[in-house]
């Protein structure tokens, strides 16, 4: 077999075996055999005129390239700049801006490219050495012996100076307890003798140059007269803000007399802990190597001694931390079309951000990349060749930046067919598109069907979804589409040995359509206002459209309207309405295609009128807290409890004689009825009473109220006056109907004779009993009162049944 045959056919197994087994394959990779940094720069502080190197050391599969940016920008060699052999970057002189020659001044990072991608360092900020003049010079002290003499200066450098003293241009003897130096530039004198006396003077220093204060002179004066004081802070703790592993000074200078003592408490609670921990001269919290739990308010308080008189002050300590990893990204290979997720966790004070970097370049969001959990995890739809790259995961705060990177391999296979062609979708609807294509144009016989991935055009695309379609079908009709709305399709071939490439997406939108008609509720605020009330649509403003609102009294063939309202509004009132009116109320929403179905809604205001007529205006609440704080009515209560026992016992004894009373009573009423209830109809009386029987004592309130609506919405067209003369239902016919009276059919009995509320399937007869003087208790006896007042015996006395009423 030709030598370049058995290559590509081992390269080929290779790659199926990857394709199968990617862990077994990559288990083993070190991160060295891909790209990986074994040194990086840090920052540091250049002397101008003087040499620096920038180190860097990078261990990959060879050859690796190695280049250096300053600023963002690729700084090219020159004999000012030169790479040495093992990466690192040194620059001969070190200088500063002086207008024809820019500063080395800035921002570097190494960059290593070989054939599996590229990586960039972390970022090191080099700055010149500086010393600035003292702003803040040691001032003149005078103090009494045994007393307390302090001293500052403050300057500026880079690297930070360093601070010593000077007694009469002698350095002072650091030995001495009663000396403390403060790495701030501080120097506190305690316990003062006469020898102290004599000029100070502060010396900073550092790579950069020399610096000396002012002189400023001590004098200490005889001892004092010994008279108590209270205790004083003079010197108390500053606000900080380090980075770990540094070490922070907090100063307390206390007197008084007898002399205070000083401590140190957490405004927290929390211990300090003793680890690292000290007290400088007489009352100075020194804490080395400081860590983030370090963090915190501390309080210095000076007690008199054998008192409880104490005096404090506090400062604040803030402790960053660089970002550090807590998981790094790993390495991975994923056949083509597939998705590939990496997750890079860091930690730091304060939280670092995480930026992801592909072959060195800035990687956001977008197409198939997404970003997610604050960026710590980076995820890679559809991956293809384009995809093969390292990644790297920088993450940064204010206290530094590190970087962590990782490789990612796509699996193809050899045969593999092409992407479908001529991608085309066609709306058919306003919930369908049909997609149709064209096969690859190569290896397409091992072609076993297709799969179309279909998303919202605004969702992200992990929100996609996937419709497989057969081999031989070049079109699908996707359905279940919301209308108006842009939706993105692909379409990827699919052997038994993998994908193929996707195609490129196409867009489509579905055909808008009308609204749907809206929920809508009526309620009535008056005796001439409506209410009318219904869900907001915000997204008909998207599409041109809104509400239109008809209304009219039933008895007219014309609305009133249309009252065209945006779509974001949810109620409007309807007034100065005919009280006595039937009204038909129709809500419809519309958009640029057109009016969507109505929602109708019919309403009375009788009700509401008569109500308003025979109720005047009261404070309901008031009445009720009232009623609810009154005594009386709790001995009213009381009496009508005692009051319906008797009733029970006189329905007992008396209930026969109470029914021939009652058959008695319907007889007479069965001359013309009088008033405005004769005008109702009995047929609907019958019909909604049977309905009745087989409901229970909760569910015929709700009848009643059903009742009066319909009576009201829909009046009797028969003279007044009139006795209704339909017949009455027959047992047979109608076996849910309740029998008022064996005598007495229900046809001629009028509305006013007959409580519906009192209708129990359980008994036949209970209806007759139930009109006498003496009602049944609670279900029973109060509702047939309140509703068939005129069919109470005249036996019966009239103050009693008003009472069980109420």
Same mark, same amino acid.
């Given at each position: ?36 940094? &074994?040194?990086?720069p ?10 620096i190197?920038l ?23 020159? #004999?000012h ?13 070190? *200088? ?6 820019p ?5 570097y ?19 010149? &050495? ?85 002189? &400023?002179?001590?004098t ?34 206390a ?96 939280? %670092? ?11 956001? %969001? ?48 050899? $045969? ?58 070049? /079109?699908?009709?996707?359905s ?21 490439s ?10 808008g359509?009308?609204?749907? #008609? ?48 945006? $779509? ?28 969507g ?62 029914r ?13 009825? /009088?008033?405005? +209830? ?10 909604n ?5 087989? +409901? ?7 009848? *009643? ?10 009046? !009797? ?13 027959? !047992? ?17 009995l ?21 009109l ?17 007042? &005129?069919? *109470? ?14």
């Open positions: 077999m030709h030598p370049n045959l058995l290559l590509r056919e081992a390269g080929y197994r290779v790659r199926i075996q990857e394709k199968l087994y990617p862990r077994l394959l990559y288990r083993g990779l070190d991160h060295s055999a891909e790209l990986a940094f &074994a040194v990086e840090s920052d540091d502080v250049a002397v101008p005129g003087q040499p190197v180190g860097c050391r990078v261990e990959g599969t060879p050859p690796v390239r190695i280049t250096w940016r300053k600023n963002g920008v690729e700084l090219l060699e020159s #004999p700049s030169t790479m040495l052999a093992n990466g690192s970057l040194m620059i001969r002189h070190f *200088r500063l801006d002086q207008g024809d020659s500063s080395d001044e800035g921002d990072e190494c960059v290593a490219q070989n054939r599996f991608g590229l990586v960039v360092s972390r970022k090191a900020r080099i700055q010149a &050495a500086t010393m600035s003049d003292f702003h803040v010079h040691p001032q003149a002290v005078a103090g009494e012996e045994g007393g307390v003499a302090r001293f500052q200066c403050q300057i500026h450098g880079l690297p930070k100076p360093l601070i010593m003293w000077e007694k009469n241009r002698v350095p002072i003897d650091t030995d001495n307890e009663r000396y403390t130096l403060l790495p701030k530039g501080v120097l506190q004198i305690t316990g003062l003798r006469a020898e102290d006396s004599g000029v100070f003077h502060c010396v900073a220093s550092n790579i950069a140059s020399v610096r000396v204060s002012h002189g &400023a002179r001590l200490v004066s005889g001892a004092g007269s010994g008279v108590y004081k209270e205790p004083t802070i003079l010197v108390g703790p500053e606000n900080l803000t380090l980075t770990v592993h540094q070490t922070a000074v907090l100063e307390c200078v007197t008084g007399n007898p002399r205070p003592i000083v401590s140190w408490s957490r405004l927290d609670g929390r211990p300090i802990g003793v680890e690292g921990i000290q007290v400088l001269g007489t009352g100075n919290l020194i804490i080395s190597d400081v860590t983030v739990q370090h963090s915190g308010v501390y309080v210095c308080a000076a007690n008199r001694p054998g008192t409880r008189v104490r005096r404090t002050a506090q400062g604040r300590l803030v402790v960053q931390a660089p970002a550090e990893f807590v998981q790094h990204p790993q390495s991975i290979s994923r056949p083509a079309g597939t998705t590939a997720m990496f997750t890079c966790q860091a930690q730091g004070e304060p939280p %670092p951000h995480v930026t992801w970097l592909k072959n060195g370049q800035v990687l956001g %969001p977008g197409g198939h990349v997404r970003l997610k959990n604050n960026n710590s995890t980076l995820t890679i739809s559809g991956v293809g060749p384009e995809d093969e790259a390292i990644y790297q995961c920088v993450a940064e705060n204010s206290a530094g930046s590190s970087q962590a990177s990782a490789r990612l391999t796509v699996l193809w296979a050899e $045969g593999l067919p092409g992407p479908p062609i001529n991608v085309r979708a066609v709306s058919i609807s306003p919930t369908e598109v049909r997609v149709s294509w064209n096969e690859p144009l190569v290896n397409t016989k091992e072609i076993i069907g297709y799969v179309l991935h279909i998303r919202k055009a605004a969702d992200p695309p992990e929100l996609e979804y996937q419709e497989a379609v057969s081999k031989g079908t070049f /079109q699908h009709l996707v279940d589409l919301e209308p108006s709305t842009a939706y993105s399709f692909y379409i990827k071939a699919y052997t038994p040995r993998g994908a193929s996707a195609s490129p997406p196409t867009l489509a939108s579905t055909l359509e009308a609204p749907a #008609p809206p929920p809508l509720s009526v309620r009535v605020l008056g005796s001439s206002t409506l209410q009318l009330l219904w869900e907001p649509w915000p997204r008909l403003a998207l599409h041109r459209g809104g509400f239109k609102l008809f209304y009219r009294p039933a008895s007219k063939a014309a609305f009133t309207g249309p009252i065209v309202l945006p $779509g974001t509004v949810s109620s409007y009132n309807l007034s100065q309405l005919d009280p006595t009116a039937v009204y038909e109320v129709k809500l419809l929403a519309y958009n640029q295609h057109g009016d179905n109505a929602t109708v809604r019919f309403v009375s205001l009788r009700g509401a009128s008569e109500r308003t007529a025979l109720s005047p205006p009261c404070d309901c609440r008031k009445e009720e807290a009232t009623n609810q704080m009154s005594t009386t009515g709790i001995v009213i209560g009381i009496h009508i409890g005692v009051t319906c026992i008797i009733f029970c016992v006189l329905f007992l004894l008396f209930g026969q004689r109470g021939v009373l009652l058959c008695k009573d319907v007889e007479n009423q069965l001359s013309p009825p /009088q008033g405005p +209830r004769s005008q109702r109809d009995p047929g609907i009386l019958a019909l009473g049977a309905r009745l029987v087989d +409901r229970d004592q909760l569910g015929r309130d709700e009848k *009643r109220a059903d009742m009066k609506e319909l009576e009201q919405l829909f009046p !009797p067209a028969r003279a007044a006056g009139q006795p209704d003369r339909s017949p009455s239902p027959s !047992p047979t016919q109608d076996p849910a109907a309740p029998a008022l009276c064996e005598e007495t059919p229900l046809s001629m009028p509305l006013q004779g007959v409580g519906l509320r009192e209708e129990r399937t359980s008994e036949a007869k209970a209806p007759c009993a139930g006498t003087a003496a009602p049944p208790p609670q279900d029973a006896g109060s509702g047939l009162l309140s509703e068939g007042q &005129a069919a *109470r015996p005249s036996s019966a006395p009239a103050a009693q049944p008003a009472l069980s009423g109420q």
